[in-house]
């Protein structure tokens, strides 16, 4: 390799890895906002997301374990967990009946 074409290899490197840090930077800041205070929780989604991980680690279960048991990918629910995703109310019972709590339980404020 040349080393113009090395060093094109090295910034387009560090370009995605800048993209890709500030980008969970943001995810990171989204989700511990959300999760930091039953007081933000402002929309179904970040009450769904925040009943969702409690629910979650009182019965004592991992994502992949949720995950595995529900049917959903854990990248999903990660993404749920931290209010980025929109979920159907078939997914949501699917979740509910895994956690064994009734649906209403993940919406509640």
């Known amino acids: 390799?040349?080393?113009?074409?090395?060093a094109?290899?090295?910034?387009?490197i560090v370009k995605y890895c800048i993209v890709y840090?500030?980008?969970?930077?943001?995810?990171?800041?989204?989700?511990?906002?959300?999760?930091?205070?039953p007081y933000t929780v402002k929309t179904a989604r970040e009450r769904?997301?925040?009943?969702?991980k409690d629910w979650r680690v009182k019965r004592g279960m991992?994502?992949?374990?949720?995950?595995?048991?529900?049917?959903?990918s854990r990248v999903f629910l990660s993404r749920l967990?931290?209010?980025?995703?929109?979920?159907?109310l078939d997914n949501i019972e699917k979740l509910a009946d895994v956690l064994k709590i009734d649906i209403l339980d993940l919406l509640q404020h």
Do not use: P, W
């Open 8 to 12: 094109m290899v090295i910034c387009r």
């Open 62 to 72: 991992s994502q992949d374990v949720l995950a595995e048991h529900s049917g959903l």
């Open 81 to 88: 967990e931290g209010a980025l995703e929109t979920v159907s």
């Open 21 to 37: 840090f500030i980008d969970r930077a943001k995810y990171i800041t989204h989700a511990t906002a959300v999760m930091s205070s």
């Open 1 to 6: 390799m040349t080393r113009k074409l090395t």
């Open 48 to 52: 769904l997301a925040r009943n969702l």
